[in-house]
């Protein structure tokens, strides 16, 4: 399988972006799913297709793959045997290129050899409630530093790493790793440095309070400089809430009455983001119905989403010889 995004638009490299908008266009248009109901080929073919004018299609985004496709980075583009199904399975070049693009992960585009430099992403996890709403998170940032006893150097009595002759790099399979003896700096040391074990980084954690925006979402990224200076790319996390989803600007939840509650009508206590509030229920309420609390959801400049509250009907699974004496007269079944 050839996971050259230029071939997998059927495009020359030296195709112009205009060229390659077309080129995705029809394709995407010939492999959309709607077009082929069920055809997991055409679905995974389309995939292919996305992911390659995801990239391609950024100008930014390109001359970086450019780079790396003609060798000039640490990576190798070609795939470990395409026995998967998808050819961007879980760990692979897709993950890489994540990692790459969206500039986090553990090592940067100008090859191993490179120290990192102070600039990290380190991933701070948030209350649902806190990234709606905006607030405060105390978080521990653990970063990578120059060792302190070193200077960096990893030790004294410098010497060129046996295991991969200095590269940096060794291979494993199909993909190129930094290398274990060296880790990714091509020397050794005679006198390697106990604090850091050779590196020349030492983990330090610094404590921030971090201002959460409002209406941050899942995978938001803040560009933070700590109080020791350092710039700081701190991705959030948003956890997941019992009651709550969140859908954009809205915020979704279900609630579950009863079948007398539904046909009767009924007054109910809901959580919304901020408190509680009775949502009255209408006599003859349908199954699936859903009901619109407005500007309970995510503000946004100046405005706010709404709650969706999404009503089911919960009938008995068993009912008590009294109960049944009340569905049967309702059922017109009455003995
Ligand atoms: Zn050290
Ligand atoms: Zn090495």
Redesign the pocket.
Known sequence: MNKDFYSILGVDEKASQGELKKAYRKLAKKYHPDANPGDKKAEERFKEISEAYDILGSKEKRIQYDQIRSGGGGFSWSDAGGQASSPFGDGGLADILRSMFSGGGGFSTGGFGKRRTSRHTVVVSVPFRTAALGGTVRANLEMPSM?P??M????SGEKTCLQCAGSGRTQQGQMVMPCPGCSGTGKTYTDV?S??H???Q?TSSEAVDLNIPAGSDDGSVLRLITPSRKTVMVKLRVNPDSFFRRDGRNIHCTVKISAPQAVLGTKLKIRTLDGKIVLKIHPGTQPGTVLRIPGKGIPYRGAKGDQLVHVEISLPSSVSEEEKVIWEKLSGTEA
């Open positions: 060792c006893v070193c960096g150097a990893g030790g440095c604090r850091c050779g590196t020349g030492v």
